[in-house]
Every structure is written in C-alpha cells, then in structure tokens.
C-alpha cells in the first residue's frame, strides 16, 4: 500500500508541473499572440489538463489499468506543442511536439484495458511511436545547417509526414472500427463515449494535417478547434465513464430493496442482469452432490464461454456458491460485480437450493426413465429365455415320455426315460440361469460380502477385497452395490487390460461406498461406452453418485456412494 501511495504522489507532482507549465504557457504567450493563437492555445492547455487530471483520478480508481497513466502521459506530452506558441523558434519543443500522437494511438487501441493485447495493435502502435518521434525530429533539423544530402534527407522526411498521418490514422480506425463490431452490446456500451470521441479525433486530426498543405485555408482554424474539442472529450468522456460506474453501484442498493420485497421470485438471474446491465448474464449455482454448476432449471452451465464472456465464481465462506458468466466488460468493475454478488448472497443460496433440487429431480427422472427402459429389456430377455430355453426343454420331456408311455417294446422305454431326465436337468439350469438374472441367489444365501467375494473369486484376474460392513443393509441397496460390482469388474475384464483389482466396500454414515479399481490403461469415460452409464444410472435410480478417476496410463478408480437410510 505504501508503494501505490508513493507512485501517486509522485504522478500527482508531475500532473501539477506539467498543468503550471500549460497555464504559464497560456499566461505568457497570450501578451504576444492572443490575436492571433488565442483560441487555439487555451483549448490546446485544456486538452492537457485534461487527460492530466483524467489520468491521475483513472490511476486512483483502477490502479491496476494502464489507461491512467497513459491519459497522464499524453498530458505531460502535449506540453511541447504548447510551447511553440511562445516567442522565438524552439527547436527542441518542436521535436517533441509530436511525441504526444504516438502516445495518443496507443490510448485510443489499449482503451479499456489499457493493453495492447493482438499483434497488429502492437505493430501500429510500435511504428506511430517511432513517427511521432522521427517526423518532427526532422522538421526541427531543417532549419539547421547541415550536409546536402543529410539535409535533403531530412527535408523528404518532412515532406512525407502528412502520408504517414493519414496512414496511421486509417489504421487507428480501422482496428477500432473492427473491435467494435466484434464486441458485444456490453463492451460497446461501456466504451462507446470514448471509442466515439477518439475516432472523430483522430479524423480530424488527419483532416487538419491535410488542410495544412493548403496556405491559406479557410478550414485550418474550424478543423483545429474540433480536432482540440474532439481531444478533449476523450478524457471528459472517461470520466463520465467512472462517474456512471458509481452510479452503477447505487443500483446494488435496489436490488437488495427488490430482493427483499420478493416481487419477483425465482428471478434472481434476471435482477443481477439488469444490475449489472448484462442481458446474457447466465448464474449457476454449486451442487455437492453432482460436483458441478448448475442453472435453475438444473441444467449444467458451461464454465468455457468463450472469449467474449469470462466466469466469476462466488464462494460462501471456504464453500462454493455459485458463478456468475458474464460480459468481458464488467472485469473493469469487479467492485461492481463483487458488490452485486454479496447483496444477492442470500438470494443465492436459496435459488442453490432450488437449483440443486432442480438438478436432482431432473438426473433422478432421466436414471428412472433409463432404467424402466432397461427393466423393460430384461422382461422381454426373460420370456425369450424362457420361451426359447426352459418351455422348449420341457415340451421336449413330454414329447419323450409320450414316446416312452406308447412304446411296446420295454427296451426302449429306459433310454428315453434317461433322456427325459436329462432334458429336465437342463431345464433347471436354465431356470437357475433366468432366475440368477433376476436376483442372484448368492445374495439371498451369502450375503453381500459373500456374494462380492464370490465375484472375485472367479474374476480373471487377481482381486483383493476390503469389506466393512458393520450393519445389515436394506436388501435394494445390497443388490445394487451386488450389480455395480459385477458390472464394474466386468468392465475391467473387458477393457482395463488390467493385471490386478480390488473391491472395497465401506459403511459409515448411513451411507454406502462401494470402491472398485484396477491397474489399467485407464482412460475409461462415461460418454464412450454404455457400460459405464448404465453403472451410473443404477446408482442414481437408488439416489447415489458415481465418480470416476480415470487417467490415462494410469488405470481405473470408480466410486459409488449409495444411502441406506
């Protein structure tokens, strides 16, 4: 803090010098040549003052922008144009009197940031500098003596000055031209009073260098005046800016009194769009259980919007909140956004809540859906199996005992008696099968810590096994935990090309966590395969979660966590 408040008085000095120099200028010269220059040189002194004064408030504001200290830069470089008015030829003021334009170009591209952030932006910038310093350079050395052809060098720099005005001017418009059209309706609203009064002063700035090559002109004196105005604006335009900003933040104080009053319920997004003057403002909100951000309808929100828009997140104490995407353009008021969010706080967690709800009611019905459509498959499974298996094996019997009971020879009678019965052994396993599908009976006999280590019994490869379970557990929580393991030790099989597993079952809390993980190729992702969903929509039908750790190279770790209450 120290440092900031040095750097400030130090740029506070400065600006004083710099602003008694231009009134001096004006005090000093106004005996000789008011007739003549007067207008020109107070609207020129004023100019410097100015962005001297817009610079310092702008650096005591946002410290951490450049568009200060550039404003006070441009102030400080303006004073040698001022002082060609005075008596007598001053060739050092002469070569720096351009200096403030290639400090101007960079202003007008950084503004809002105050950086300078694609390469063309830099390019221009780097090239209006060296102009500024180089063009008048040489109009100063003409009027030294010097060698002929350093002398006609000097005087063809001169010359060409003009071109290079208005090339560097069509390139300033052209880049600004393009940023504005690529921004969105916020940016374009938080920069249009600048952005508009730089444009007009740099075409007229051009417009005046070009009436220069005319003596006399009518329109040197007109164009001078507007370019100075136009100039002027620019740094009264900014500070417009920073006072509709702390108006902005007046607009927090009403939406705590709308928020209190409840007239709009369930309409926080659109209070904090019209606060923050954001129409495409999205609000997630933070859900534990799902370990992302969702809408208030329950839908994920996409934490990468893209470059036009940027993620704020809101945090309650140590815990996540919610995230706020919005406009790049409110980045230059984070004090806005941070007071926004904070009057809203308890807004926020109550539309959490709702969102988190939300979210739950609409993961449970797609699970639910999914699984009634997978009940629906195992049906029609079983009665094939049944239809196909069991009752042709069993017709096949009577078949063969009606062939048996009408037979006259008794020799034959025992070979088809022998095989009737093996027919019936096959229809039993058959019926062990089907019924094995449908709930395995290891369960009913062994229970769940007998039936998973029976699965990793006969697993192909070796499988270590961690089972606390201290307390019964309702027989749909047994059974499902029974089927995520089989099915998840199924996919190991399948994919993991893994040479060892382990299986770990855990109580605690009413809650379930079945651990199932391998040494694998890792990589295994939800979205690839149906494998892996449908693990997930088993433990969501039951109102569990399921995480995957799943790095590449790495193997597999899946986890679910059912409730037992």
Known sequence: MATRSRGTTALLAVAAGGAWLLVADVLGAGQVAIWRHGPIMTLGAL??????????????EHPRNRVGPLMAVLGIAWIPQQLLFL?????????????????????????????LGLVSYRVVTGLAYAASLVLPSAQALTYLPLPPPLWQLVVALDASSWQVTVLFAGAVLALTVKRW????????????????????????????????????????????????????AVPLAYLAGLMRSRMDHGRVADLVVRLSRRERPGKLRDELAATLRDPGLTVGYWTAEQGRYVDADGRPVDLD???????????????????????????????????????????????????????????LAASRR??????????????????????????????????????????????LIGEAKTAVLAALDDLRAVSHGIHPPVLTERGLSGAVKELAAVAPMAVTCDLALDE??????????????????????????????????????????????????????????????????????????????????????????????
């Not at 004090?335 to 959490?352: I, M, P, S």
């Not at 309702?474 to 995520?484: H, L, M």
Request: charged share 20%; with cysteine; glycine share 10%.
């Open 87 to 115: 008596p007598g030829r001053n060739l050092w003021a002469l070569a720096l009197c351009g200096a403030w334009a290639g400090v101007a170009c960079h202003l007008f591209l950084a503004f809002p940031t105050g950086r």
């Open 370 to 415: 999914r699984m009634l459509q997978w009940g629906e498959a195992e049906r029609r499974r079983i009665e094939r199996d049944l239809h196909d298996g069991v009752q042709q094996r069993l017709l096949s019997v009577a078949m063969t005992l009606g062939l048996a009971e009408a037979g006259t020879d008794p020799g034959r009678a025992a070979p």
């Open 472 to 565: 019964p557990l309702p027989q749909a929580v047994e059974s499902a935990a029974y089927y995520i393991v089989n099915e998840a030790l199924a996919n190991v099989t399948k994919h993991a090309a893994a040479s060892k597993a382990w299986v770990r079952l855990a109580q605690g809390g009413r809650r379930l966590l079945v651990e199932v993980g391998d040494d694998g190729v890792g990589g295994a992702d939800p979205a690839l395969g149906s494998g892996l969903a449908g693990l997930a929509d088993r433990a969501e039908a039951n109102g569990g979660r399921l995480t995957i750790d799943s790095p590449p190279g790495k193997g597999t770790v899946l986890k679910v966590i059912l409730p037992c209450a």
């Open 47 to 60: 100019v410097g003052v100015a962005f001297l004064a817009a610079g310092v408030v702008a650096w005591r």
């Open 181 to 232: 059209r690529q921004a969105s309706m916020a940016q374009r609203r938080a920069v249009a009073p600048v952005t508009g009064a730089s444009m007009v002063a740099t075409v007229t700035f051009a417009a005046d260098r070009l009436a220069d090559l005319v003596d006399p002109s009518p329109l040197r004196l007109p164009l001078a005046i507007v370019m100075l105005v136009a100039f002027m």
């Open 305 to 363: 919007p893209g470059p036009s828009r940027v993620v704020t997140r809101v945090d309650q104490g140590e815990a996540p909140l919610a995230v706020l995407v919005h406009d790049v353009a409110l980045l230059e008021q984070p004090l806005l956004v941070e007071a926004a969010c904070a009057a809203a706080a308890l807004a926020l967690e109550n539309e959490r809540l709702t969102a988190d709800l939300r979210a739950r009611l609409r993961q």
